[in-house]
């Protein structure tokens, strides 16, 4: 039930107060309407869904609605009721399958972390090598930090006696790893001309095992430098396969979490008196809008439907077993007049917790591919993932986005840039009186239309069920 401050909240001003029972005044936490009917069918062995199927029936062929929106669909059952065994047997189903997503989409974003991580790895390493084949400032500087992880990981430093540093120690080569990281020959064919060029002046021993070490490097350099650059085309495509993988597994749990939030109870009916836990009993809650277009503003009729039943387990040849509601429902017609906007509005309060259910995977993955920067953004794009761009308005400073905020931050953008192409629209003038007065006359002359069509829903409904009627 809706608080007035909730209806102020989403533009609805005025409260419903209404007699809900004898002498007893209250709120119902809906919206004013222009005009509403209640009616209350009971019958211990007639079906409650043929009330439901009779009126959406008749507003979508006879009241010529042709919109109808389905606000509200939730249920109750007592605990000991074969229909409460059903329902949660099907949940357990779904749980059990959503668990399972849930665990591999958490696992998949853990191992992004490390591709990426890899990639940055990549990158650095191939700068290196990159820049020492270049002729710029940078190139000795490069080739140097390449010979130092040459001689750590390949010669194991110092603690092997054939390297660079194991040789000027152990056989007095001293001179040998300043001569090693002084002389840059570019190809492994360079070699020899180089060493004699440039240090033909040191003994033949030293200028042979300088040869020797820088031969060596140079075919490492070499062979690793193209074995470097397809491990990162490789990586590179694995990670725009595993990234779709991802966004594949959160497609298909959508699904999932919303049966699961339709499947679940609806606690606040567990607890009134209605459902004994010994009997078999249930209740459901429908709520539906028959929405139709009449210039400026919409004829809409909202039907709240309050089903208590007693479901009947039957067999079928052709299915499996299933319930047949019998017992009481309590329908409510309300008449209104609404704009588009006042029916988003509407919608927007009336939304459930499955909102925020399926805002919980979507909202956990975009925060960790949040946290990885715009690296990840800029590999993505580089193996051929496109986004949108986000387009900066004019006279705002520049932001740094995440790199799945373009993503997600797409639909904002999108019902930002509707609300602004509408507000430019409506910029040449603010709204005058004589547009109130036209809005306000287009209400009316709509809630007037609607309170008949409504009037005729509920009549008829009374005579084809051979009700009191007049």
Request: hydrophobic letters at 40%; aromatic letters at 12%; glycine letters at 4%.
């Amino acid at each position: 039930m809706a608080t007035d401050a909730e209806l102020k909240k989403h533009g609805f001003e005025e409260n419903e107060i209404s007699e809900e029972f004898r002498s007893s005044i209250i709120k119902t936490g809906y919206p004013a309407p222009a005009r509403r009917y209640r009616l209350h069918y009971e019958g211990y062995n007639i079906s409650i869904e043929e009330p439901y199927f009779w009126t959406l029936h008749y507003l979508r062929y006879f009241g010529g609605f042709p919109r109808i929106d389905k606000i509200t669909d939730i249920f109750a059952a007592a605990e000991n009721s074969a229909f409460f065994g059903a329902s949660q047997q099907r949940l357990g189903l779904q749980q059990d399958k959503v668990s399972q997503f849930l665990a591999t989409i958490g696992k998949m974003v853990r191992e992004l972390f490390q591709l990426v991580r890899e990639m940055r790895i990549l990158d650095e390493r191939l700068s290196y090598y990159a820049d020492s084949y270049t002729n710029s400032p940078s190139a000795e500087s490069a080739e140097i930090t390449l010979k130092g992880i040459w001689v750590d990981l390949v010669e194991q430093g110092a603690k092997n006696p054939a390297s660079v540093y194991g040789m000027a120690r152990e056989v007095q080569f001293t001179t040998l790893p300043d001569l090693f990281f002084s002389t840059h020959p570019k190809k492994q064919e360079d070699v020899d001309v180089v060493v004699e060029r440039e240090r033909g002046q040191f003994n033949r021993k030293v200028r042979e095992v300088l040869k020797r070490k820088l031969r060596s490097f140079l075919a490492w350099k070499e062979h690793t430098y193209e074995e470097l650059k397809n491990r990162r085309k490789f990586t590179l495509k694995y990670l725009r396969q595993h990234f779709e993988i991802i966004r594949m597994y959160m497609t298909w749990v959508k699904p999932y979490l919303k049966n699961i939030q339709r499947l679940q109870l609806d606690q606040s009916r567990i607890d009134t008196p209605d459902l004994i836990v010994a009997f078999e009993s249930s209740m459901i809650e429908v709520e539906i809008l028959a929405i139709k277009p009449a210039g400026m503003v919409n004829q809409c009729i909202l039907m709240h439907y309050l089903f208590r039943t007693r479901p009947e387990m039957s067999y079928s040849q052709e299915y499996q077993r299933g319930p047949l509601h019998l017992g009481r429902v309590e329908m409510d017609f309300r008449a209104y007049a609404w704009t588009d906007k006042e029916i988003e509005n509407y919608k927007k309060m009336r939304e459930q917790e499955d909102l925020q259910l399926l805002g919980v995977i979507d909202g956990s993955v975009k925060a960790a591919l949040e946290a990885l920067g715009d690296e990840l953004m800029r590999y993505l794009k580089e193996a051929g993932e496109e986004f949108e761009e986000k387009k900066e308005m004019p006279k705002a400073p520049p932001k740094r986005a995440g790199p799945f905020m373009s993503v997600f931050a797409g639909f904002a953008e999108l019902f930002t840039s509707f609300k602004m192409n509408k507000s430019l629209k409506q910029a040449g003038k603010k709204p005058t009186q004589t547009d109130e007065l036209k809005l306000a006359i287009a209400k009316k002359n709509a809630a007037d239309a609607v309170k008949k069509v409504m009037w005729n829903t509920y009549h008829h409904f009374k005579k084809q069920h051979e009700m009191l009627n007049w």
